[in-house]
């Protein structure tokens, strides 16, 4: 491939456009530069200056149904290029990344879509471009442990972990259904216990009081499929506590985690975790036994921290209740009962993240980030742990601004370099800290 340059400083070199013939080869557009978008009409022309080499580990991915939108370096002018230019008759489709965890993405794939589009996929599709012979994405790193670098994950060694774990625990429901999470769907987390690595997931709960819009474990409805099924049954408190004490006695530093992909909200089965962690703590004083949550039981939370839980991360798109609920859709709970969880947490002296849902052009928008930087100031927790959001963007960006505008985006860049100025001691990542790392 060739790189467009022009006589621009090297640091605000544009970069190649690209796109996906219908056969889903990928096409570099000389002449015209890649964009990206905060919001439907925010574009964003792409540079060597805000963006870097895609990370080991993302993919490239094929949007159909999505025209490219580009910059005609000739003209100046946005175009969207419904063919190729070069190919005349050649139906052209827009690209996207999907990008390695530890990225906060600062700009998705520019494109519009054709009638009748049906959904995307759930993925996040971040910008993408070409330059210098590498393909060059909008993202900032926030949390550099390799806990899901694939290279770290050979098959074979996984396997291994697998075989070995069947002759430990061989009757053990949950040690089976963690099988499945590595081995077919490729869960990192899963592959992670069998590894022997860092964070272990305790998946536990078959129902949810909430019906988030990118749910990757139940859809309601024929117009997008869940990524992996729900587990349909729910671990006893000694399946429970045989896994996380397996993973603790032989990893340093060990977390173990309840609130994974592939379960609904773990606070509604309150009633087997609470005896797990009991268990574990009658046995070891090690570890850090964590919860993914919604939090939208503080009366069920308060069971749990008395048993012994170490901490807490909440899941949020937004601390604006009518941009929250437009997402996560919640059944009999409030944003209120969200935030009385988070403060007895705190007040428990518990370590909390927010496990904040970005997408640009709403999570840095004005009005988005004054109510952010206000519940921060009110609740003073210990992490933001930012993750790309995996949904449909425009539709996204459709039902958010339906729920409350944004406002006018400020940049992905600048929220966190605001963040990091207002809050210093507030910490940015991706993954779950054990307690050994904590900031106090």
């Not at 063919?83 to 600062?106: C, D, I, K, R």
């Not at 999470?181 to 987390?189: I, K, Q, R, S, V």
């Not at 009366?299 to 749990?304: E, I, K, S």
């Not at 709970?333 to 849902?357: M, P």
Request: with cysteine.
């Amino acid at each position: 491939m060739t790189a467009a340059g022009g006589s621009r400083t090297p640091r605000r070199r544009p970069l190649t456009a690209l796109a996906a013939d219908p056969e889903g080869r990928i096409l570099e557009l000389p002449g015209f530069q890649a964009m990206g978008m905060a919001g439907p009409e925010g574009f964003i022309p792409l540079t060597a200056a805000d963006t870097v080499v895609m990370p080991y580990g993302g993919e490239l991915m094929m949007l159909p149904g999505r025209r490219p939108v580009v910059l005609d370096l000739e003209s100046g002018e946005r175009r969207i290029l419904m063919e190729n230019p070069y190919e005349p008759g050649q139906p052209l489709f827009a690209v996207s990344a999907f990008n390695s965890p530890g990225y906060v993405h600062t700009a998705v794939s520019a494109f519009v879509e054709d009638p009748g589009a049906r959904m995307l996929p759930l993925f996040s599709y971040d910008a993408v471009g070409w330059l210098d012979g590498a393909f060059r994405t909008p993202i900032l790193r926030v949390d550099r442990e390799p806990r899901q670098d694939l290279r770290r994950m050979p098959r074979e060694r996984v396997v291994a972990g697998v075989e070995r774990m069947r002759r430990i625990m061989p009757d053990n429901r949950l040690r089976r259904h963690l099988e499945r999470c590595a081995l077919e769907y490729g869960c990192p987390a899963g592959k992670n216990f069998f590894l022997g690595r860092y964070e272990a997931p305790l998946p536990t709960s078959r129902t949810c009081n909430a019906r988030c819009l990118g749910c990757i474990s139940l859809q309601e409805g024929a117009e997008i499929r869940s990524s992996q099924e729900r587990i349909d049954f729910t671990p006893s408190p000694e399946e429970i506590a045989e896994v996380a004490l397996a993973h603790i006695r032989r990893v340093p530093r060990a977390v173990v985690s309840f609130g994974q992909g592939c379960e609904g909200e773990p606070l509604l089965a309150a009633d087997v975790i609470a005896p797990a962690i009991r268990l574990i703590r009658r046995q070891t004083d090690r570890g850090t036994i964590n919860l993914n949550s919604n939090a939208s039981r503080p009366d069920l939370l308060a069971v749990l921290l008395d048993a012994g839980l170490d901490s807490l991360r909440v899941s949020l798109n937004s601390v604006r209740p009518e941009v929250y609920a437009a997402y996560f859709r919640p059944r009999s709970y409030r944003f209120d009962d969200v935030v009385a969880s988070i403060d007895l947490a705190l007040a428990k002296g518990r370590f909390v993240s927010i496990n904040y849902l970005n997408c640009p052009g709403v999570t840095d928008g004005s009005r988005e980030v004054e109510a952010l930087t206000g519940f921060l100031r009110a609740h003073p927790i210990s992490m933001i742990q930012w993750r790309n959001l995996n949904y449909d963007p425009l539709r996204y960006y459709r039902a958010m601004a339906a729920a409350a505008p944004p406002g006018p985006p400020l940049g992905m860049p600048g929220l966190l370099a605001r963040l990091r100025r207002t809050f210093p001691r507030l910490v940015h990542g991706y993954f779950n800290p054990p307690k050994e790392n904590w900031r106090k």
